[in-house]
C-alpha cells in the first residue's frame, strides 16, 4: 500500500486512518501493541503522529497486514531485523512507484 499524505510536521490520527484506509481503532490499537509508535499528545489527548511514527506505520502495515504476520510476529521481527526490513520495503515501495510511471507512460503511447 502506498500512503498518500502532505509532508507535514504531525498528523492527527484521521489523516493517518484516512491514508491507510483502516479505522482510528486500530491506529490507537497497533499504539498500545508497538514500542515504536510513540505519537505526541496534545493538552486535550489528541495525538499528533510524527513522519517517524508514519514511517513505523507503514512497517508496522506491511508486516501484519500484507506480509500476514501475527502481532507477536511483527513485533519480534521489527526488534530484531528493522533496518533490514526498512531497507526491503523502501525498495519495493519504490519499485512501485517506478511501474506506476511505466503505466503512465504507457498509456500516454
Known amino acids: 500500500m502506498h500512503i498518500e499524505l502532505p509532508e507535514k510536521r504531525y498528523y492527527n490520527i484521521g489523516e493517518v486512518a484516512k491514508a491507510f484506509q483502516v479505522n ?8 498500545k501493541e508497538f514500542e515504536v509508535l510513540k505519537p505526541k499528545k496534545n493538552a486535550k489527548g489528541n495525538r499528533k503522529f510524527t513522519p517517524e511514527d508514519i514511517k513505523n506505520l ?6 501484519v497486514k500484507e506480509r500476514g504476520f501475527t502481532l507477536e510476529g511483527a513485533k519480534i521481527h521489527l526488534k530484531e531485523e528493522k533496518q533490514k526490513i526498512l531497507t526491503n520495503f523502501e525498495i519495493i ?3 512501485e512507484d517506478v511501474k506506476a510511471e511505466l503505466l503512465k507512460i504507457k498509456d500516454q503511447l
Do not use: C, D
Not at 482510528?24 to 499504539?31: A, G
Not at 507503514?58 to 508486516?63: F, M, N, S, V
Open 24 to 31: 482510528t481503532s486500530l491506529i490507537r490499537f497497533w499504539e
Open 93 to 95: 515501495r519504490k519499485l
Open 58 to 63: 507503514q512497517l508496522i502495515y506491511y508486516l
